[in-house]
């Protein structure tokens, strides 16, 4: 397939991809709209759901924003599984509320998100690390870095839950904090189902499905590079070049 094929290929991936996307979006919004219609929820509740399709937007758009600063190009199938990713967190938990209808949705989104940023670790490390000589010494950098990129995101996902559910009036309970409430003793204490807390229990349980997700993936492909160093090749970012600027005509040739 030559280079004008294969980026035509893919701009219709993207496109199919964009759309399909924007479609579960707006049915989300709508969905969401017409539940507040029929009283299914308080106006905070609305807001909430909302503001969570506001950050499914902005996270597809950081994508493209990452590729666009650092010049670089993701794999299409990584671009893809990252929109569908997003999606399936933000609107899907969110607008359709898959996360109260699905009680496994959450632990399953946090497991698949040990592989998927796993790979963008292997991205970024076999670019940031292709001077390194081939070798075991280098399949392994390159693994940790992606282990330790797939936790980093596993974590700061978790301070983001954490802030919103403690800055964001309306009572977000991102980290399920709210289920173990039974009720409020006279002298300010509260009474309570779980002595560690439903929010600790949810949030270490998210790490936890995050690191089982990532070894489960990083550990055969380590193996693989080990064998085979070349192979993190299938990783590689593509560079974008700049675009060459047009030079502009002399008094002569203008004339």
């Known amino acids: 397939m030559t280079h004008s094929a294969s980026a035509q290929t893919?701009?219709?991936?993207?496109?199919?991809?964009?759309?399909?996307?924007?479609?579960?979006?707006?049915?989300?919004?709508?969905?969401?709209?017409?539940?507040?219609?029929?009283?299914?929820?308080?106006?905070?509740?609305?807001?909430?759901?909302?503001w969570y399709a506001v950050l499914c937007i902005a996270m597809i758009a950081a994508i493209f924003i990452v590729e666009l600063l650092f010049r670089i190009r993701f794999p299409?199938?990584?671009?893809?599984?990252?929109?569908?990713?997003?999606?399936?967190?933000?609107?899907?938990g969110n607008l359709y509320g898959l996360y109260g209808y699905v009680p496994f949705w959450d632990k399953l989104l946090?497991?698949?998100?040990?592989?998927?940023?796993?790979?963008?670790?292997?991205?970024?490390?076999?670019?940031?690390?292709?001077?390194?000589?081939?070798?075991?010494?280098?399949?392994?950098?390159?693994?940790l870095f992606a282990f330790l990129f797939s936790l980093a995101v596993g974590y700061l996902w978790e301070v983001f839950e954490y802030s919103v559910d403690s800055l964001m009036p309306g009572g977000y309970n991102n980290q399920r904090w709210q289920n173990g409430i039974v009720g409020q003793l006279e002298n300010g204490n509260w009474e309570v189902t779980e002595p560690r807390g439903t929010g600790l229990i949810d949030t270490m349980s998210d790490l936890i499905c995050n690191l089982i997700g990532?070894?489960?993936?990083?550990?055969?492909?380590?193996?693989?590079f080990v064998k085979k160093p070349?192979?993190?090749?299938?990783?590689a970012l593509e560079r974008r070049q700049k675009r060459a600027k047009k030079a502009r005509p002399s008094p002569e040739e203008r004339e």
């Not at 759309?19 to 807001?47: K, Q």
């Not at 990584?78 to 933000?90: P, Q, W």
């Not at 698949?112 to 081939?134: A, H, N, Q």
């Open 10 to 50: 893919r701009k219709r991936v993207l496109i199919v991809s964009f759309t399909v996307c924007a479609l579960i979006l707006i049915g989300g919004i709508a969905f969401t709209v017409c539940m507040y219609s029929d009283g299914g929820f308080a106006r905070g509740e609305l807001v909430r759901r909302l």
């Open 76 to 92: 299409l199938a990584l671009e893809v599984s990252l929109m569908a990713f997003a999606v399936a967190a933000l609107c899907g």
């Open 110 to 143: 946090h497991t698949l998100s040990g592989p998927l940023f796993s790979i963008v670790g292997l991205s970024f490390g076999t670019l940031l690390l292709k001077d390194m000589p081939e070798g075991t010494g280098k399949a392994v950098a390159v693994a």
């Open 214 to 224: 990532t070894l489960c993936f990083l550990i055969p492909v380590l193996i693989l």
């Open 230 to 235: 070349s192979r993190a090749d299938a990783f």
